[in-house]
């Protein structure tokens, strides 16, 4: 375990489905993010949360809607979701808003949209 | 366009012998780090170089970083079957506190 604890580990959900994905980290870390890692293509960084607070949506479609509660907790809302969706979406965290430190990652969410 | 290039995309080796990953980068950045996914897994933080450094070693890995070249390298030594996973690097922009991730290295070791 890392640290960072993403539930569930494996989902599928149909197109006009809702579901959450559920982010928790106990590292006293500051700064938590949402990124897409599809087949074949770089990390791609979805939204940032520095002290609670949304600082950075990286123009994602509204059909995915993240919540910050608490420093401790990030969620990721999914509504109508495409195919191409699919992928394995991570969570990680950082210190001091990630200013020159390592994100911490969990393990993350295998999401199949059918 | 992507900030960070490794090179090669995948390498194969028998284990015992050296693995050496590049990664090339386009800004300015404040550090890059080196992290290792298992196949389905979370990415893993394995190293973080400072701009101001220009080697750094951890156990089994050395990292080296030539900011006038924008690259940096990972080098594995006495590799192990249990070392074959992919490999990305990251760089933190001066600009800014984003962390980009290339595309990664596939490196197999072969017992």
């Given at each position: 375990e890392t640290g960072?604890?993403?539930?569930?580990?494996?989902?599928?959900?149909g197109m006009t489905n809702k579901?959450?994905?559920?982010?928790?980290?106990?590292?006293?870390h500051n700064a938590m993010y949402w990124y897409k890692q599809s087949a074949k293509k770089p990390?791609?960084?979805?939204?940032?949360?520095?002290?609670?607070?949304?600082?950075?949506?990286?123009?994602?479609?509204?059909?995915?809607?993240?919540?910050c509660p608490?420093?401790?907790h990030l969620f990721?809302?999914?509504?109508?979701?495409?195919?191409?969706?699919?992928?394995l979406y991570?969570?990680?965290?950082?210190?001091?808003?990630?200013?020159?430190?390592?994100?911490?990652?969990?393990s993350g969410t295998r999401l199949t949209v059918v | 366009?992507?900030?960070?290039?490794?090179?090669?995309?995948?390498?194969s080796i028998?284990?015992?012998?050296?693995?050496?990953?590049?990664?090339?980068?386009?800004?300015?950045?404040?550090?890059?780090?080196?992290y290792r996914q298992n196949s389905g897994r979370g990415l893993v933080h394995l190293i973080l170089i400072r701009s101001n450094e220009r080697e750094k070693h951890s156990g089994r890995l050395r990292v080296t970083l030539d900011t006038s070249k924008k690259s940096s390298s990972l080098l594995i030594t006495a590799s192990r079957a249990a070392d074959t996973a992919s490999y990305f690097c990251a760089t933190r922009e001066t600009s800014g506190s984003r962390l980009t991730f290339g595309e990664g290295t596939q490196l197999t070791v072969n017992p």
């Open positions: 960072v604890t993403q539930t569930p580990r494996h989902l599928v959900m579901k959450s994905l559920k982010c928790e980290q106990h590292l006293g990390l791609e960084l979805m939204f940032v949360y520095n002290f609670k607070e949304q600082t950075e949506n990286n123009s994602v479609p509204s059909r995915f809607s993240p919540e608490n420093s401790s990721l809302h999914l509504h109508t979701l495409q195919p191409e969706d699919s992928a991570l969570c990680a965290s950082s210190a001091q808003g990630g200013q020159g430190d390592g994100y911490t990652f969990g | 366009s992507q900030q960070g290039e490794e090179d090669p995309q995948a390498l028998q284990e015992g012998e050296n693995a050496t990953m590049n990664c090339s980068y386009k800004t300015s950045i404040n550090n890059l780090q080196w």
